[in-house]
């Protein structure tokens, strides 16, 4: 999809990529700074999202470097439903990059791929949760056009310090 001046190419993820994918989510994770768990889910559940957003064309691309995945960007829709109607518009949004791939347009370009597939899936309005402390991610977002529409204060109290959680979203026309 996407060529990057590190050699590393962003492309839509595919079922074999669920080792490698699941592997860069458990370094993230690890981290234990920037997402809501602190380890990868179960290979199981993983790969049913996978298999899931796949089969529902929901836009997910991945980060490869010499042949490993070393980020991922999704945008998550639950099924417009009879049971649950109205919210077959609204998209979830998680990314992450290994620490050694930051800050070399990666993160940029994994987002442009997934909000240019939202036209494709009638997703207008895409939210995400990110912890205030996470300066590079709240820059990158509003880059995009996210803005803040609230703050979940003293969200999170992990390791002994308290963080708070920024609700983003972003709008695509039509709005209403
Ligand atoms: C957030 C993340 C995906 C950004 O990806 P990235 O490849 O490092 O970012 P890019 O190099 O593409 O930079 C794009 C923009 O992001 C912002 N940004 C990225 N790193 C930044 C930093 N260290 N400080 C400030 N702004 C930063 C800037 O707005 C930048 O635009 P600019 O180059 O014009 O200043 C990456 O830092 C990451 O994976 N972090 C850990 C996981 C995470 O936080 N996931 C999101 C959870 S909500």
């Known amino acids: 999809m996407t060529g990057a001046a590190t050699g590393a190419v962003i492309r839509p993820i595919r079922e ?6 699941l592997a860069c989510l458990d ?13 990868a889910p179960s290979p199981e559940q993983v790969q049913s999202f996978l298999g899931q957003m796949i089969r529902r064309g929901l836009p997910f691309v991945v980060a490869e470097h ?8 999704d945008i998550f829709a639950a099924a417009d439903s009879g049971q649950r109607p ?12 290994d620490e050694g791939h930051r800050r070399q347009g990666l993160g940029e370009a994994m987002l442009r791929a997934v909000l ?7 997703i207008e309005r895409v939210e995400l949760e ?17 803005e803040t529409e609230g703050t979940r204060r ?10 708070d959680i920024l609700m983003m979203a972003r709008l695509r026309p039509p709005q209403m």
């Not at 370094?27 to 380890?39: D, G, M, W």
């Not at 240019?116 to 009638?122: E, H, I, Q, R, S």
């Not at 003293?154 to 963080?163: N, P």
């Open 66 to 73: 010499e042949a490993a995945i070393v980020g991922w960007c």
């Open 154 to 163: 003293r969200a999170r109290k992990l390791d002994g310090r308290y963080d």
């Open 86 to 97: 109205g919210f077959g518009h609204v998209g979830r949004l998680g990314m992450g990059l």
């Open 130 to 146: 990110v912890y205030a402390s996470n300066e590079p991610a709240i820059a990158l977002y509003r880059k995009f056009g996210f």
């Open 116 to 122: 240019d597939l939202t036209a494709g899936c009638n």
């Open 16 to 21: 074999a990529d669920l080792a490698g994918y």
């Open 27 to 39: 370094r993230v994770a690890r981290e234990r700074i920037y997402l809501a768990f602190a380890e």
